[in-house]
């Protein structure tokens, strides 16, 4: 049993190591084409500094990790031999209890003021006051739509361009947009953003991204919002600005088209 | 039974004063206008406390229990503290909500009543 | 701790230890003695009957949740013609909604705090500070009836006809409040509301109860700071029951009121949800749904601590037994309950870092929430000091309180991530969060549970539980739990959320399924090994070996008492006279030194 | 690992007989009983902080919010604080008498407080049906919302109160308590003042302020 036990706590260590060491292709092997176990490529502004918050953080508790599991294992092995005598009679350590107490401490503030710039940077009011409204976003059951101000600028004149599913945003720009929803609560979830925010009725939520790449990621929503909730799903589209320019004119040319300036 | 002396404190007393902070109470409830708010609610609110301290301390005589009932009700003040202050940013002072303002009928005399927020919407310098 | 031989004996009520006659000569009918009993020990076993009931529903929810997420849509084996005679026998999802829903609720409210508190508690108590009873035995039989309505409630939730409640067990509005929004939930979200109010009701029964008895029932000698450390968790854990479960009955009643009232606690103005306009058809408007996040996770974060506490506290005990060893720091170890448990009140606000809260209060609730795992930390090396130089016995319930050290730390630690606000931008509802709690709560709790059932068996029944069995259970159960949960946080690493019933449909999950049958294929294995330990803890209960008042040579006062117990729990006065854990003590020939133990 | 547990042996393991049973009282010198009901009490101080906090924060954070005087009778309601808190000074004048022995002055000033309790049960109740014939329901808007659960919780608590006294003044009038045995007495006027200083709490809150 002695054996038995120690090689299954071992197995939970060495399991562990590997899941943070070989975090890219753990137990299964290479992945088709950027797919991993592990988080996918950050691809806006603030990604780099959640990535990084993650990753120390994870080295932090990777390394208690083993401290705490190394311990263990090697007193279950140790001491769980049958042995002359009697347990070593100790209530404790005051010294010793210090130290540990004191260390985690330490770290854990560190841990703690590091994160308060990016967390600031990402949802205080701050950064997104006093900036250009690029759209509105409303989530819906099950829908995303979004609002854009059109060619003039402006919300709430006629010539607004709404878009369903699909969220065309410029590369390289600050994106600051409106969440809002008028059902149940929603979440805005673009996991190479590494943005989440909920949409909650009644409030309207400053939200802002600025995408260092073109391409389509998945929206998802990430609340709790009925039965349909695991297919509320759109689509991010990031373009290069004139990209953008182009399609905000011709959809704008769509809709009168469809003859739809019934706003 | 008991196990400690019992208090006699004049409960005439008490209730006499409770009952003449009462009839001031509703006095400056009735006198001080509405949107004098710091002075209305200030000024109740102390009656309030006032009145719930005496009932506290000589009617439930906590003033005359051990330390052990004390300690029985020390941590609620406290939590009764941290749940309204964390309540109030994001009930009470949230910058965030927007809804239309609805006029409703009042049911009882049918003057006309604001429930519902003001439009205190975000970023107004966003929305030009 | 070293024995002061000093007792603080204060006389309370009555002279010291008063001595009530005993006139119990008739045998109890059977109803009286097991039914309707104010025994403390047989309400322990009632909610232990009714906890393990549950544990096997929960469970099989969570074989269906598994089902769904490696084989979505597909003919549900055996059960599903006779669940969904109308959708091809797979599950729909509506039902994958409420599946998830009830069995968070089952496990969280019906398993492991019933468990815990309700029947470890109350079968502990009492016997282990020397107590015959606790010192409202009517109140506590009420304690366990006041269940009953609860299970009724929640049943009669599960078997709604339009189908069950469908907001998850945090129950957000308004998908928990407009009718439109989930349908198929219209009463059954009411009757889900009225059961969590009941379970309420009871564990506030019995936590009045645990506190009395605990500050008041104490036997001559036995002061605080000697009590062990289960005894001290179970304390901790009834006044974090106390100062935060009313504020969850205040906000049940508030949605059953909008439920069924149409008041506006948690409407806000201009909804309109599937057409329709709360407003419209007579509800009061302009309440806000994130009131109700911040009432419910003020109890609901108290509350994993109400699941984990105890926890620590049966592994501390059974750890110091089996190492026969004293347990590393005491009072390190009652000082780091006590924080836990008050700084647990400000820590809830980590469930909504991304909910919209105003940010600088996520800011303050994300540095509580990290110095909350400081006292954890001084749990855990505290344990692991136990451990260092001990005469370990690897008998089964040592084998799962390593278990639960194990994972306790696991769960722990990636809790940390999650306290970062940042991080937990993109972790938020992902499987990670799932893997944490699941960590804790069943890598953690239900695994002190394990070891407490193996360890206090003897006491309840008098009888052993199979050790060889109990260890081939362990084994089975430590490797497959670890397949399962371990592996969630690979998911939640690459995106995946929560509560979602289909996630291949993404893009950015199509790769994900394989995974997900890997954990499904050890859920089963999983479920199926706890065949074994069904089958030891009924065999056992009839034909185990007989075993003495102390068949682990401990040293607390539960092992004074015959076994099981009589009426009244002691057959000689105890007195104590040292604290619960001195084991190998050079003051006597064996390793170990029992509390009520007179040495000349 | 199995030779660690001790085998079963009558002759110490076998419970022994017609024991008596140990009941020991250790704690800081105060009755269970007691010590109990503050405990209990503590649960509803922090039951009604849900509801009044809830109340307070939906209240500062409204705009606009109807001058109570307009919806509500404060005169009666002022009326009806008068009658609560002299109920529960008959209660502890009820007390004082037991704790002299005076039996009969318990069932007087218990009666009393039966009454004053009833009667501001039934104000109330005229009150609630006054409001709801001219149309104020619960589900009007939040004023109503609120004001209806916190006073009709309250109310709830009341009706308890009175049974619970209801009960006590039953056991005084078959002369079970004595000045040797009068904490059940104590107990149910501890809640009844609880239940006052809500109300006093909540008349401010909600009709004055
Ligand atoms: C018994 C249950 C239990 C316990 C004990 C905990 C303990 C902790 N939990 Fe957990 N938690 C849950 C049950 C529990 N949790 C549940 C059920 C949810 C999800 C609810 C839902 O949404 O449905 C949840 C969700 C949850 C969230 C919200 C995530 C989200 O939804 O976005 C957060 C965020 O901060 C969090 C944090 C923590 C922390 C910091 C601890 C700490 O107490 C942990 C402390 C322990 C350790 C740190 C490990 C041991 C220490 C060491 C080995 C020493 C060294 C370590 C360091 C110095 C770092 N938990
Ligand atoms: C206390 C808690 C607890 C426990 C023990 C478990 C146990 C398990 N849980 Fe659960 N889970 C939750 C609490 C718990 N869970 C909560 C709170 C949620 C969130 C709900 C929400 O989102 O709203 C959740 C959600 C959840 C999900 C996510 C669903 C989703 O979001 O889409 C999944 C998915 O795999 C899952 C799986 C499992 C599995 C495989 C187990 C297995 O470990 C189960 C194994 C069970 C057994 C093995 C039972 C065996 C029985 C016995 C041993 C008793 C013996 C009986 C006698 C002797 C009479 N759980
Ligand atoms: Cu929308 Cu989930
Ligand atoms: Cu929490």
Request: net charge negative; aromatic share 16%.
């Amino acid at each position: 049993m002695r054996l038995i036990a120690t090689l299954l706590f071992a197995a939970l260590l060495v399991f562990g190591i590997w899941s943070f060491v070989d975090s890219e292709t753990f137990l299964l092997g290479p992945m088709p084409d950027g797919y991993s176990w592990w988080w996918p490529e950050y691809t806006s502004t603030f990604g780099g500094d959640i990535d990084f918050l993650f990753t120390f953080i994870s080295w932090l508790i990777l390394v208690f990790f083993v401290g705490t599991m190394g311990a263990l294992i090697m007193f279950v092995f140790k001491y769980s031999k049958k042995r002359e005598g009697k347990a070593v009679f100790s209530h404790g350590n005051h010294k010793l209890e210090m130290i540990w107490t004191g260390i985690p401490a330490a770290l854990l503030l560190i841990i703690a003021f590091m994160q308060m710039t990016t967390w600031a940077d990402i949802k205080f009011a701050g950064a997104t006051a006093g900036k250009q409204l690029f759209a509105e976003v409303f989530a819906s059951q099950f829908d995303w739509r979004f609002r854009y101000p059109g060619i003039d600028g402006r919300f709430g004149t006629a010539d607004d361009i709404e878009s369903v599913y699909e969220f065309v945003v410029p590369v390289d720009e600050d994106i600051v947009f409106n969440l809002r929803s008028h059902d149940v609560l929603h979440s805005f979830f673009v996991p190479v953003l590494r943005l989440k925010q909920d949409a909650v009725p009644g409030m309207t939520i400053p939200v802002w991204f600025n995408s260092m790449e073109e391409g389509t990621f998945d929206l998802i929503c990430a609340e709790l919002c009925g039965w349909g909730h695991y297919k509320m799903a759109g689509r991010i589209t990031v373009v290069s600005r004139a990209e953008f320019d182009q399609w905000i004119v011709d959809k704008t040319a769509e809709k009168y088209s469809n003859g739809q300036e019934n706003q | 039974m008991s196990e400690h002396e019992h208090p006699t404190f004049n409960a005439n007393k008490i209730m006499i004063t409770l009952m003449v902070l009462t009839a001031i109470e509703v006095a400056w409830g009735s006198l001080v206008p509405y949107d004098w708010k710091f002075a209305l609610w200030g000024g109740l609110l102390a009656f309030a406390m006032w009145k719930g301290i005496l009932i506290f301390m000589y009617f439930m005589h906590m003033k005359f229990e051990g330390w052990i009932c004390k300690a029985l009700i020390a941590p609620t003040p406290i939590l009764i503290a941290v749940v309204f202050f964390a309540l109030l940013p994001d009930i009470a002072l949230n910058d965030r909500l927007i809804h239309e303002v609805g006029d409703q009928l009042d049911p009882v005399d049918g003057t006309i009543v604001e429930i519902g927020y003001g439009s205190r919407a975000v970023n107004p310098a966003a929305h030009k | 701790m070293s024995a002061p031989t000093t007792t603080h004996v204060k006389p309370g009520m009555g002279a010291p230890g008063t001595v009530r006659e005993h006139h119990e000569h008739h045998e109890l009918s059977f109803l009286r003695k097991y039914i309707f009993s104010t025994d403390h020990k047989v309400i322990g076993i009632q909610f232990l009957f009714t906890g393990l009931t549950f544990f096997v529903v929960g469970g099989l929810m969570a074989m269906a949740i598994r089902w769904q997420l490696a084989w979505p849509w597909t003919k549900m084996p055996v059960i599903g013609g006779i669940l969904f005679p109308n959708t091809g026998e797979a599950i729909t999802p509506e039902f994958y909604t409420m599946l998830f829903t009830m069995h968070g609720t089952l496990m969280i409210f019906f398993v492991i705090i019933p468990l815990l508190t309700g029947a470890f508690g109350n079968f502990l108590i009492p016997l282990m500070i020397g107590a015959p009873d606790m010192a409202f035995p009517r109140l506590n039989m009420f304690g366990y009836w006041a269940m009953i309505p609860a299970i009724a409630c929640i049943v009669m939730s599960f078997m709604n006809p339009g189908g069950g409640p469908a907001a998850g067990w945090t129950a957000y509005p308004p998908l928990s409040t407009i009718e439109t929004a989930a349908p198929g939930s219209l009463s059954a979200q009411t009757y889900w509301l009225l059961a969590l109010t009941w379970i309420g009701v009871s564990s506030m029964m019995g936590a009045i109860n645990y506190v009395t008895t605990i500050v008041k029932m104490r036997a001559p000698g036995m002061t605080m700071m000697r009590m062990p450390l289960v005894i001290w968790a179970l304390f901790i854990a009834a006044l974090l029951q106390l100062f935060a479960l009313p504020v969850l009955t205040a906000a049940s009643i508030m949605q059953i009121l909008d439920r069924t009232l149409h008041t506006g606690f948690f409407t806000p103005t201009n909804l309109v949800v599937n057409q329709m306009n709360p407003e419209m058809v007579g509800a009061a408007a302009g309440g806000q749904p994130l009131l109700w996040q911040h009432l419910f996770w003020f109890y609901s974060h108290p509350a994993v601590y109400v699941m984990v506490v105890p926890a620590m506290g049966m592994a501390s005990d059974i750890l110091a037994t089996h190492a026969r060893k004293p347990l590393f720091g005491y009072k390190p170890m009652v000082y780091s309950l006590a924080s836990i448990a008050g700084l647990g009140f400000i820590v809830w606000g980590h469930h909504m870092f991304t909910s919209g809260m105003n940010p600088a209060l996520g800011m303050t609730f994300m540095v509580s929430t990290i110095i909350i795992a400081l006292p954890s930390a001084i749990k855990v090396f505290n344990w692991l000091g136990t451990l260092w130089g001990a005469r370990i016995r690897l008998t089964t319930p040592m084998l799962n309180a390593l278990g639960f050290v194990a994972m306790f730390i696991v769960g722990g630690l990636s809790g940390i991530w999650m306290a970062a606000t940042p991080v937990d931008i993109y972790i938020h509802d992902t499987y990670i969060i799932v893997a944490h709690f699941h960590y804790i709560v069943f890598g953690g709790s239900v695994f002190a549970i394990f070891a407490s059932i193996y360890h206090w068996f003897p006491k309840m029944f008098g009888r052993m539980m199979n050790e060889t069995l109990g260890k081939i259970h362990f084994v089975g159960s430590f490797i497959f739990t670890n397949c399962v949960f371990y592996m969630m946080h690979q998911l939640g690493m690459a995106g995946l959320m929560r509560r979602t019933a289909m996630p291949y449909d993404y893009e950015t999950y199509a790769h994900l399924q394989p995974l997900n049958q890997f954990i499904s294929i050890s859920a089963f294995c999983l479920f199926a090994w706890q065949i074994i330990f069904v089958f030891n803890f009924f065999h056992s209960l009839w034909w185990g070996k007989r075993v003495g008042r102390n068949p682990w040579q401990g040293c607390s006062l539960e092992w004074e008492a015959p076994s099981p117990p009589g009426h009244g729990n002691f057959d000689h006065q105890i007195e104590v006279y040292r604290g619960p854990y001195e084991y190998a003590s050079p003051e006597v020939e064996e390793d170990y030194l029992p509390q009520a133990k007179k040495l000349s | 690992m199995t030779d660690a547990i001790a085998t079963y042996d009558s002759a110490v393991d076998a419970p022994r007989d017609h024991h008596p049973v140990y009941d020991y009282d250790s704690g800081p010198p105060v009755d269970r009983g007691k010590f109990a009901i503050w405990l209990f009490l503590a649960t509803e101080i922090m039951f009604f902080t849900g509801l009044i906090g809830t109340y307070l924060v939906i209240r500062t954070g409204a705009p606009s919010w109807p001058n109570p005087e307009h919806r509500l009778a404060i005169g009666v309601t002022a009326l009806n604080t008068f009658v609560l808190i002299v109920s529960s000074w008959t209660v502890v004048r009820g007390l004082q008498a037991i704790e002299k022995d005076d039996k009969g002055g318990l069932v007087k000033w218990l009666g009393l407080s039966i009454l004053l309790g009833s009667t501001f049960v039934g104000i109330q109740a005229y009150e609630y049906l006054e409001l709801i014939h001219a149309g104020a329901l619960p589900n009007q808007d939040l004023f109503w919302t609120t004001f209806y659960t916190m006073t009709g919780f309250h109310g709830l608590h009341v009706i308890v109160g009175v049974i619970w006294l209801f009960c006590i003044w039953v056991g005084a009038v078959r002369g079970t308590y004595s000045a040797h045995n009068y904490l059940r007495v104590e107990l149910a006027g501890l809640y009844w003042h609880f239940v006052d200083l809500v109300w006093v709490l909540l008349f401010t809150l909600v009709y004055l302020m």
